[in-house]
């Protein structure tokens, strides 16, 4: 079954509104966790990394203050992508580490109109 | 963090084995090599990974060159459940972050 959960799933909005995306590990605690932005047709890229009661650490090029991270709990974990804008449509994934391996979300498909 | 390279693309026949290589020279003593692969809209996969020794799994299998500065993922029979994108990644310790190169898109032909 799943480890990860991610959502929602897609998700469309306007210009200049704010959307939040949920990441939470199922049956046991992440401390880590990461997110990754990917464009159609290119690769994963890591945008930050997602530590429990502390701030993110976010990757070079990456705006802290558009990409809001919360991770407030052992198990969730928040992206918020504010003033939203046409470029930043993309395929985001969460994912973590356990017992040495990655397990990632389902993705959300984020559309800006 | 150490590279590695794959080729884009590769194609098999359905039912047919797949080595998919990946060649990573500059690969430390304490870099671990995981696999993990893509579907198309998802979020990657774990499939494999290992340290010196070859390893088998029910999804596939890991050949580890003697010098560690290649390895083969192994998928025994192409099904066309088995199109993805095939990712070779270098890993240190466990709870480190993964670094995406462009992996090896696999297509099965029926």
């Known amino acids: 079954g799943a480890v990860v959960s991610q959502h929602p799933s897609w998700v469309i909005c306007k210009s200049g509104t704010s959307v939040k995306i949920e990441c939470r590990s199922l049956?046991?605690?992440?401390?880590?966790m990461f997110w990754y932005r990917q464009f159609p047709k290119q690769s994963l890229m890591l945008m930050a990394t997602?530590?429990?009661?502390?701030?993110?650490?976010?990757e070079q090029g990456v705006e802290k203050d558009k990409f809001l991270i919360n991770h407030a709990s052992l198990t969730l974990s928040t992206l918020t992508v504010t003033s939203a804008h046409p470029e930043d449509s993309s395929f985001y994934i969460c994912?973590?580490?356990?017992?040495?391996?990655?397990?990632f979300g389902a993705g959300t498909r984020l559309s800006v109109l | 963090d150490a590279k590695t390279t794959q080729p884009n693309s590769m194609e098999s026949n359905e039912e047919e084995p797949v080595h998919l290589p990946c060649n990573h020279s500059?690969?430390?003593?304490?870099?671990?090599i995981h696999w993990y692969r893509q579907l198309p809209s998802q979020g990657p996969e774990y499939v494999i990974h290992?340290?010196?020794s070859n390893v088998n799994n029910r999804m596939a299998s890991l050949a580890i060159a003697e010098d560690r500065k290649s390895s083969t993922l192994i998928l025994h029979r192409a099904t066309l459940r088995d199109a993805a994108v095939y990712y070779c990644?270098?890993?240190?310790?466990?709870?480190?972050?993964?670094?995406f190169g462009g992996g090896t898109r696999v297509l099965v032909k029926p």
């Open positions: 290992g340290l010196t």
């Open positions: 990644i270098l890993i240190k310790a466990a709870g480190n972050k993964l670094t």
């Open positions: 997602s530590n429990e009661g502390s701030k993110a650490t976010y």
């Open positions: 049956d046991f605690q992440a401390t880590t």
């Open positions: 500059t690969i430390s003593g304490t870099d671990y």
């Open positions: 994912s973590t580490d356990r017992r040495n391996i990655q397990y």
